[in-house]
């Protein structure tokens, strides 16, 4: 493993990722890891809506931090969770949630565990 830092001054988002209606920012703990864990900013693009659908992805561990805005899933056994910023959300392995809006200032920071991981898309949360 390698030291990590990345500034703001020096942030780039790019329209790489999982998601086309997001924007991400590497932080770097990617390549400082070995791939064993990712951490990005993920901010909404503006002016591009979108959600995600049902699905899970198969990894070890996933957390988010929302900065500003907020996000609303739709998660088996939970039912609806709105997190706003400030919100902390650690979402299991496997669990199957659905996205169902944000705001267009949605910004937040999210990490799992490793940084390569599949998703899989499902019929519904249900």
């Known amino acids: 493993m390698k ?3 990345s500034h703001l ?7 790489r990722g999982l998601r086309s209606f997001f924007e991400y920012r590497d932080l770097g703990i990617k390549e400082a890891t070995g ?16 959600v ?25 056994g939970v039912g609806r ?17 659905d996205e169902i809006a944000h705001s267009e200032d949605l910004e937040l920071i999210e990490i799992t565990l490793p940084s390569e991981f599949e998703t899989v898309e499902i019929d519904s949360v249900r």
């Open 3 to 5: 030291f990590s830092v």
């Open 9 to 15: 001054r020096d942030a780039c988002f790019a329209p």
């Open 35 to 50: 791939g064993k864990v990712l951490a990005h900013v993920i901010r909404a693009k503006p002016g591009a809506a979108g």
């Open 52 to 76: 995600t659908g049902a699905h899970f992805h198969r990894l070890d561990f996933q957390m988010f931090y929302v900065i500003r805005g907020w996000i609303e899933f739709d998660y088996e």
């Open 81 to 97: 969770v709105r997190a706003e910023a400030g919100s902390c959300v650690h979402q299991p392995p496997g669990i199957k949630h």
